[in-house]
């Protein structure tokens, strides 16, 4: 939960690097809060008639929107990336797997043009 505290503490940085351990726990922590209120909605009655989001999970994405771009950007930058980088996720399928090849891959262990190594630190 730290990690997930961490890339929110960073909300809106998106400068630096993150590591692998930073996103893919904001993700994992981010997806569960997400069905936890996507269930609520469910039992309260506030996923509306198509019941895809309801009221609570839907506040909760937008609020998460920023965050999320932005530990992306960070995590791409990690590997030697720019943060422009998250705009394949416009690509159906293709551009959403390239993206996970992108940020299942080690960071670059020195100084790169995005700071140093956050495992170093």
Avoid: C
Avoid at 34 to 56: Q, R, Y
Avoid at 76 to 92: A, E, F, M, V
Wanted: charged residues 15%; positive net charge.
């Amino acid at each position: 939960m730290s990690w997930f505290l961490q890339a929110l503490r960073n909300y809106a940085t998106f400068s630096g690097r993150a590591r692998r351990k930073e996103y893919w726990y904001f993700v994992l922590f981010y997806m569960l809060i997400f069905f936890v209120l996507w269930g609520i909605d469910g039992a309260t009655g506030t996923a509306g008639e198509s019941k895809e989001v309801g009221l609570l999970s839907g506040i909760f994405s937008l609020a998460m929107l920023i965050p999320s771009i932005a530990v992306g950007a960070r995590r791409l930058h990690d590997t030697g990336r720019s943060g422009w980088w998250l705009l394949l996720s416009l690509i159906p399928l293709i551009g959403g797997l390239i993206l996970i090849f992108f940020m299942v891959q080690d960071g670059e262990p020195q100084t790169n043009a995005y700071g140093p190594d956050p495992k170093a630190a």
